[in-house]
């Protein structure tokens, strides 16, 4: 994340790709996103803004596989602790304070499996097979 606040044209950039998250979430809020086409693809755009803030300074395909390795295994990670926050919730029934607070974990890791890792994994993959690419055409640099 240094690196997206590294330079002031880093910092532009990364400002940029906030408003864009912003900007498509607020879309999504209006056009909402139960059972509606237009407005979850417009979540996904504002999550795929979101990483991008953070990772649009990155030229190495390495960088990009990390991300996509850590976004495939925080979705089996956040599925399982949704899971497990439900299922304790559920246990709590008689303290209503935990209760809440476990509905509230289970729902949080829920949006994060399903509205962060895969534009994650996206965008690690796609970044990951760009730059692979855009590396290989590069003649080394001279040291």
Do not use: Y
Not at 15 to 23: H, S, T
């Amino acid at each position: 994340m240094l690196e997206a606040l590294s330079t002031p044209s880093n910092r532009t950039r990364t400002f940029v790709w906030f408003a864009v998250c912003c900007v498509l979430s607020a879309a999504a809020a209006v056009v909402g996103i139960s059972d509606n086409l237009p407005g979850i693809l417009l979540a996904f755009g504002a999550a795929i803004a979101l990483v991008l803030a953070f990772v649009h300074p990155w030229r190495s395909a390495k960088k990009f596989q990390h991300l996509l390795l850590g976004s495939v295994i925080a979705l089996v990670v956040t599925g399982v602790l949704h899971n497990v926050f439900h299922g304790a919730a559920d246990m709590a029934e008689g303290i209503v304070v935990l209760k809440g607070l476990l509905q509230g974990l289970g729902v949080a890791a829920f949006l994060i499996a399903i509205l962060i890792c895969p534009p994650a994994i996206l965008v690690g993959l796609v970044g990951s097979v760009l730059m692979s690419i855009r590396n290989r055409r590069q003649p080394p640099a001279i040291q």
